[in-house]
């Protein structure tokens, strides 16, 4: 075990310890008298005192000691020897056993002698060993809690710790907490790492540093194992911009196992919406726990290798031993029981696996004949009866068909069908003693003989029994009696966009078959195609299901290709036939990494594998059916229907292993293609019975260069030979990893696209509307961690149009606005976000999109004056401002908004000017420039949102360095547009012909109606304004006046003219955006929130 380090002083002392082994920093001691068979006298006595001693007081007979080289002072972290010269050790491990002690010894090798070089000088070794082994022994302590999820003090412990440190709101619930360093450059920092339902947290406080980490889950692009200079394992996290490098775990396959899982689990329930809506374990990650994430993935494992649905979820696995009959023996190995099967795999891979469906037929079995053959037979024929007599009801009610039909268009081979009949013959012999000895229904045992006799293919008349048994889709068959038919008179007639996609590709189905140039097979096929789509309206229809259900309904009937297709689509191949094909483009990911591994001078020489993922993704999708000749395809399908995708995976590297040679001569990728094409054309299937159907791709035929012929069964029996080693869980974990990336680079493609459409409309950089972008995913994604859904806000729906995928509702446009908007107005400020919220949202849903919330921040920081002006304008008349804004009912208190002060102004030169007839021009000008534009005149302002308008412009100069200069401008400028607006007024209320306005007007006759307002404005005194009644709807003014009267002003205009950049407020805001969702953050915290990230 691991020891709290403590000096151990050994001067003048005897010498009671032997050095086993020693490096530049350890020391490996054994204490004499232990293990050396008696040895001298020194040992003997040694040995005497320790047995005698007390159990208390014994001395661990092995221990590891930490030595700094020309250092006085060691330390004991584990039992070991002192070296020659030494005083004074540290011992950091003790243990009982050699076994125990070496563990420790190879622990310290692999992850901390290589790593102790790059510290500078010898007290930061000593304080970085004793830092880890103190780590170490509180990581060990917590793991030694059995069958709890955490030790409750020590957890709690690492809570308290976990929320002081990162600040996050109470939502954000801490799954589970390790020991370990986190690289920075060449070196380690010894530290906390917390795994939280949304988050990747580091915390370090080594050598009075103090170092936070903090990694949204949502942003890793890449979770990995892997080695760097100084380590073999260590778990190295990807993201947009930097990667991150954690070792010296404890448990390092339990920590990224748990990592793994929360990276998955959380971007599948933000980032895909299909997903997410067909997994309720997703829909409430308050309730995730670290168990919760260990049993969702034996789940997962055990729906994969037993190719289950999806509703299964595991219950429990035991170690047990199972009877075989055929071997006359017990066979060791697990039991795994769900709500609806019990399921039995080897220990031995391949040796035997059994599935029972907890049918209500089956549900008297009891554990001492579960496995009985004759049971399991006679299970077999009652289900195969009642299926029958289903189906025979069915048929006179919906005139589905009775038999496959293959049956039906009955194909005659050509020349040797004598041989290949006869080859059927010995098939279908082979098959019966099979079914004798192991069983015939879905409960038979699945061992390595029924693998070798589907790799040689199976007979055309078992093919369709066996695929629906194979799948399990006989237990769906006999579980639901009368749904297909149901399905198909609710579905048939009805017209969709799905209906549609499947009548376009009802004849591009086989159509070299006689079976679909029939309408017998068309009708056959409308039918099953048409109520899967009304089935499962998520998926519907995806092109290449035409193709696979042509297939299952030459050898299957109707209804049981119906099952056939929802057992493929819903369990076997999941996630691959929706909106965005997920599914198959993980697993191209992970058949790009299966050629590096296994074919590596191919991958070698087609640097860019993307090539060979496109080709490769129709073999996925139609399981070969599109590209090679049918007779040899349908052995694909049998090897498929029983070992799942695996089957795929080791058929597509054993074709490109048979081709790789001029695969690496192909001058590019059309070449390439060719030379795959012509291969499929050339794989034949010499025992099959049917005559060869026409090739698709003949076309790219080099009849110059003929092609070798490929049998189908060795092709795939050297699949088996040389690829088969691949296991479930393999596989499995690689999708975890691939998952990642797929989803990434789907939310790179919406970024790009969405960038695509806004960047021509606006101003602002590339690279800057990017990182605003970010800035907006994150906003939106932020209250998907903590606040819930509100029932406005809308998940991420990648089924949308892009520029839809991600939109913000008013709190989060609020909180975005406060950080990268340059109109701050101190505690106005939260007013004028809402506003302006208002204002984007044009269709009144309380959302808007990344377009318009950057088209709103590009007139603020790049727009010219006018636009700014009215941008603001229009803040401030409805449907921005509402009746019922807080504090828009504030009565006109300001001094400074006098209507009493004189429109004389003073110049620097103690000259006075009238600034009427400048303005006059002004409005003239602008009026003729309106008047050639066709836009629509904006509403004009009522006093009540004028003075909103000007407590905004007070609000927006404070703290300006020209705050003195522009609140004096300002003031001119309100003072000027009061009295307009109460010119106005009176105007208004006396009639255009009294004869206290008769002279100028009279004298502007010709200007536009916005100029009259300014005529007579000087002589009017404050005793006149306070004696007229003001009319808060007769008081307006315009948008041209306002914008007339600020020009005036060069401070003003300078206010608004002035260059403004917007990468400094990015990059704040990319530092402190947690901030805003956290309560009650102090300023100290802010700062380190805002180091956060950039350490």
Excluded at 342 to 366: M, T
Excluded at 564 to 585: K, S, T
């Amino acid at each position: 075990m691991w020891l709290r380090p403590e000096e151990v002083l050994l001067k003048n002392a005897l010498k009671l310890w032997v050095t086993q082994k020693s490096s530049g920093y350890f020391v490996l001691q054994r204490r004499r008298g232990h293990g050396d068979g008696g040895g001298r006298f020194t040992g003997r006595l040694v040995g005497a005192l320790d047995a005698v001693l007390d159990s208390n007081a014994r001395v661990a007979p092995f221990r590891i000691l930490l030595q700094v080289p020309g250092s006085p002072v060691y330390s004991a972290i584990a039992c070991g020897e002192l070296l020659n010269g030494s005083e004074v050790y540290w011992a950091i491990s003790a243990g009982a056993t050699l076994e125990e002690i070496n563990q420790h010894w190879e622990w310290l090798e692999q992850n901390l002698l290589h790593t102790l070089s790059v510290f500078d000088n010898k007290e930061d070794i000593v304080s970085f060993v004793k830092g880890k082994v103190k780590a170490l022994i509180a990581e060990e302590t917590r793991s030694k809690v059995a069958e709890q999820e955490e030790d409750p003090e020590k957890f709690r412990e690492a809570l308290v710790k976990f929320e002081a440190r990162f600040n996050f709101p109470e939502a954000e619930k801490l799954i589970t907490y390790y020991s370990c360093c986190c690289w920075k450059g060449k070196v380690p920092r010894q530290g906390w790492l917390y795994l939280s339902i949304n988050h990747l947290c580091f915390y370090s406080f080594f050598l009075g540093k103090e170092l936070k980490l903090l990694v949204p889950w949502v942003d890793v692009q890449k979770l990995e194992r892997t080695s760097n200079v100084f380590m073999t394992d260590i778990i190295r996290i990807t993201t947009s911009s930097k990667e991150r490098d954690f070792s010296m775990f404890l448990n390092i396959d339990e920590a990224f196992r748990i990592m793994e899982q929360l990276a998955d689990v959380t971007l599948r329930r933000l980032l895909d919406n299909e997903i997410f809506e067909l997994d309720p374990g997703l829909q409430d990650p308050t309730q995730i726990t670290k168990r919760d994430l260990e049993a969702r993935a034996q789940s997962e494992f055990f729906r994969a290798f037993f190719r289950l649905p999806g509703k299964e979820k595991l219950h429990e696995v035991a170690d047990c031993s199972l009877w075989t009959p055929f071997s006359r023996c017990h066979t060791a190995g697990r039991m795994y029981t769900s709500d609806s099967y019990i399921c039995f795999a080897s220990k031995e891979s391949g040796c035997c696996n059994v599935l029972i469906p907890l049918r209500e037929n089956s549900l008297v079995f009891h554990s001492t004949c579960v496995f009985s053959d004759c049971e399991s037979r006679d299970l077999g024929m009652v289900a195969s009866q009642s299926e029958d007599k289903n189906e025979g009801e069915k048929e006179s009610s919906h005139l589905l068909n009775a038999e496959a039909l293959r049956s039906v268009f009955h194909q005659s081979g050509a020349e040797g069908s004598d041989f290949r009949m006869s080859r059927e013959q010995i098939k279908e012999r082979l098959w019966n003693d099979h079914f004798a000895e192991y069983g015939r229904t879905v409960c038979m045992f699945r061992t390595e003989k029924i693998r070798k006799l589907v790799a040689m293919g199976i007979p055309e008349s078992l093919r369709g029994k066996l695929w629906l048994l194979f799948s399990d889709a006989v237990t769906d068959l006999a579980s639901n009696p009368g749904y297909y038919g149901n399905l198909v008179e609710a579905s048939m007639g009805k017209c969709c966009m799905a209906t549609e996609e499947i009548e376009r590709d009802l004849h591009r189905s086989l159509p070299e078959h006689p079976a679909f140039q029939n309408e017998t097979g068309i009708a056959a096929l409308r039918r099953v195609l048409t109520a899967y789509a009304h089935r499962n309206p998520k998926i519907g229809y995806c092109q290449s299901m035409n193709i696979l259900t042509s297939v299952l309904l030459l050898y299957a009937k109707e209804e049981e290709a119906f099952w056939l297709l929802v057992a493929v689509c819903e369990r076997m191949l999941p996630d691959y036939f929706n909106h965005r094909v997920i599914g198959a483009q993980v697993d191209q990911s992970v058949f790009e990494e299966l050629i590096k591994e296994r074919l590596p001078e191919l991958a070698e020489h087609m640097k860019d594998l993307s090539t060979l993922a496109s080709i490769s993704l129709s073999w996925f999708l139609t399981l070969f059916l599109s590209i090679m000749p049918l007779e040899s395809a349908v052995n694909v399908v049998d090897c498929f229907f029983f070992d799942g995708i695996k089957a795929i995976f080791q058929l597509g590297l054993a074709i490109l292993e048979s081709n790789a040679a001029e695969l690496c001569n192909s001058k590019d990728d059309g070449h390439a293609l060719m030379i795959l094409s012509r291969f499929f054309d050339h794989v034949q299937n010499e025992e099959s019975p049917l005559p060869p159907i026409g090739n698709h791709h003949a076309f790219f035929s080099d009849d110059q260069e003929p092609c070798p012929v490929t049998e189908i069964a060795d092709l795939i029996r050297d699949s088996y030979e040389k690829f088969g080693d691949h296991s479930v869980e393999q596989i499995e974990r690689m999708r975890y990893k691939h998952r990642i990336r797929v989803l990434q680079s789907h939310e790179d493609t919406t970024k790009q696209n969405v960038l695509r459409v806004v960047i021509p409309d606006v101003s602002i950089l590339p690279e800057d509307l990017e990182e605003l972008y970010d800035l907006f995913k994150r906003e939106h994604l932020m209250s998907c961690y903590w606040q819930g859904m509100r029932p406005v806000l809308l998940r991420h729906d990648p089924s949308r149009p892009y520029a839809e995928q991600y939109r913000i509702d008013s709190q989060q446009f609020t909180n975005l606005y406060k950080l990268v908007s340059p109109w701050t107005c101190g505690e106005h400020t939260q007013i004028l976000a809402e506003r302006t919220f208002r204002l984007l949202d044009e269709n009144m849903d309380h959302l808007i999109e990344f377009k318009g919330f950057a088209s709103c921040l590009d007139v603020m920081y790049n727009g010219e004056m006018n636009e700014k002006i009215n941008l603001l304008y229009r803040l401030h008349i409805p449907p921005a401002l509402t009746e019922n804004e807080k504090d828009s009912q504030s009565p006109l208190k300001n001094p400074l908004l006098s209507t009493s002060r004189p429109l004389v102004f003073g110049k620097t030169n103690g000259d006075t000017v009238d600034y009427q007839k400048q303005l006059k021009q002004m409005l003239k000008d602008l009026a003729k420039e309106k008047d050639t534009k066709t836009e629509k005149a904006m509403p004009k302002m009522s006093q009540r949102e004028f003075i909103q308008f000007c407590k905004t412009l007070y609000s927006m100069f404070h703290e300006d360095p020209e705050e003195n200069s522009l609140y004096q401008a300002i003031a001119t400028v309100t003072t000027l547009l009061l009295q307009i607006g109460e010119v106005g007024q009176r105007s208004s209320s006396l009639g255009s012909g009294s004869d206290e306005f008769a002279e100028d007007v009279q004298s502007e006759a010709s200007a536009s109606d916005q100029d009259t307002v300014f005529t007579d404005t000087v002589k009017t005194t404050h005793k006149e304004t306070q004696s007229l009644p003001v009319t808060e709807g007769n008081w307006i003014i315009s948008f041209e006046q306002i914008l007339a009267s600020l020009l005036t002003e060069q401070s003003l205009v300078n206010f608004f003219e002035k260059p403004l950049e917007l990468k400094p407020k990015l990059e704040n805001a990319k530092l402190n955006q947690y901030c805003l969702k956290t309560n009650g953050m102090s300023d100290q915290s802010l700062a380190e929130h805002m180091k956060l990230n950039t350490q």
